[in-house]
């Protein structure tokens, strides 16, 4: 793959896409997008990956949109641009693997918007998130109008669109905009370390639990869901990696419970 504007990497079942104009604090342009979606296909492929992880190169998530490059667009050419935008936030929320946004620094406008698109958001605690749309004459993308509702709440969701403010990664772990902040310094750490203890687990169960989650954050009645449930169990339990992973479970609890000596301590202890 040729990508111009993020870097892509790979390894212990974790895929990494950095996002990578810095010198314009990662702001958006086509091209980025382009080259998300390519990384994202290329991951979806890739049997080893279980996880991916979003961040930013330098001091920046991302600032959002590009806007010098959005000067110069036709009516036509913006649709186009925005188009492809919520393509790739459509293609994060239906990724079948679990993804996580490490955000650096500054996440603003469609910036914001694609970790909101992903399933967990660690925050540095100097990080500045915030939907500047109103402020420079735009509207929200990225699904972000129902998204933001989901995570805070509506009442929230307006105070802070309507007042187009930034707030800073404390705040946003208080209002359960992000999931948990940590020191800038340990942020990729952090990510990387919650990202490895997702790949630990079966892909395929992770497939079909993901799935049952955007249903039910989709609407589906109760009633389909709960059938969904018990054919994602049926379709997990007969899979050749079953036996595999009740084996390794067994001997992970056997481990666990030997005593001091390394004889076997009380049973479920």
């Given at each position: 793959?040729?990508l111009?504007?993020?870097?892509?990497?790979?390894?212990?079942g974790?895929?990494?896409?950095?996002?990578?104009?810095?010198?314009?604090?990662?702001?958006m342009?086509?091209?980025?997008?382009?080259?998300?979606?390519?990384?994202?296909?290329?991951?979806?492929?890739?049997?080893?990956?279980?996880a991916?992880?979003?961040?930013?190169?330098?001091?920046?998530?991302s600032?959002?949109?590009?806007?010098?490059?959005?000067r110069?667009?036709?009516?036509?050419?913006?649709?186009?641009?925005?188009e492809?935008?919520?393509?790739?936030?459509?293609?994060?929320?239906?990724?079948?693997?679990?993804?996580?946004?490490?955000?650096?620094g500054?996440a603003?406008?469609?910036?914001y918007?694609l970790?909101?698109?992903?399933d967990?958001?660690i925050?540095?605690?100097?990080?500045?998130?915030?939907?500047?749309?109103a402020?420079v004459t735009?509207?929200?993308?990225?699904g972000?109008?129902?998204?933001?509702?989901?995570?805070?709440?509506?009442?929230?969701?307006?105070?802070?669109?309507?007042?187009?403010?930034?707030?800073?990664?404390?705040?946003?772990?208080?209002?359960?905009?992000v999931?948990?902040?940590?020191?800038?310094?340990?942020l990729l750490?952090?990510a990387?370390?919650l990202?490895?203890?997702?790949a630990?687990?079966?892909?395929?169960s992770?497939?079909?639990?993901?799935?049952?989650?955007?249903m039910?954050?989709?609407?589906?009645?109760?009633?389909?869901l709960?059938?969904?449930?018990?054919?994602?169990?049926?379709?997990?339990?007969?899979?050749?990696?079953?036996q595999?992973?009740?084996?390794?479970?067994?001997?992970?609890?056997?481990?666990?419970?030997?005593?001091?000596?390394?004889?076997?301590?009380p049973?479920?202890?």
């Amino acid at each position: 793959m040729e990508l111009e504007c993020i870097l892509y990497d790979k390894g212990d079942g974790i895929a990494e896409i950095r996002l990578n104009r810095p010198r314009v604090l990662n702001a958006m342009n086509k091209r980025l997008w382009l080259d998300v979606q390519a990384a994202l296909e290329d991951a979806r492929r890739d049997p080893q990956v279980k996880a991916v992880i979003f961040t930013g190169e330098g001091r920046a998530f991302s600032t959002g949109a590009d806007l010098k490059e959005s000067r110069t667009r036709t009516p036509e050419a913006y649709r186009d641009y925005l188009e492809a935008l919520q393509e790739v936030s459509r293609k994060i929320l239906r990724f079948e693997k679990p993804t996580i946004a490490a955000i650096n620094g500054y996440a603003l406008g469609s910036g914001y918007e694609l970790a909101l698109a992903c399933d967990i958001r660690i925050a540095a605690e100097d990080a500045r998130i915030g939907s500047p749309e109103a402020k420079v004459t735009s509207s929200v993308t990225g699904g972000a109008m129902r998204l933001i509702q989901d995570l805070i709440g509506p009442g929230k969701a307006c105070e802070l669109l309507f007042t187009a403010e930034s707030i800073d990664g404390a705040e946003a772990e208080r209002i359960g905009l992000v999931n948990r902040t940590v020191p800038s310094e340990r942020l990729l750490e952090e990510a990387r370390d919650l990202a490895s203890r997702i790949a630990e687990n079966s892909a395929f169960s992770l497939k079909m639990i993901k799935r049952g989650l955007l249903m039910a954050r989709e609407g589906v009645s109760l009633e389909a869901l709960m059938d969904y449930e018990v054919e994602a169990c049926l379709a997990c339990v007969s899979t050749k990696e079953r036996q595999a992973s009740l084996e390794a479970f067994e001997e992970r609890n056997t481990q666990e419970n030997r005593g001091p000596d390394g004889a076997p301590g009380p049973k479920g202890e």
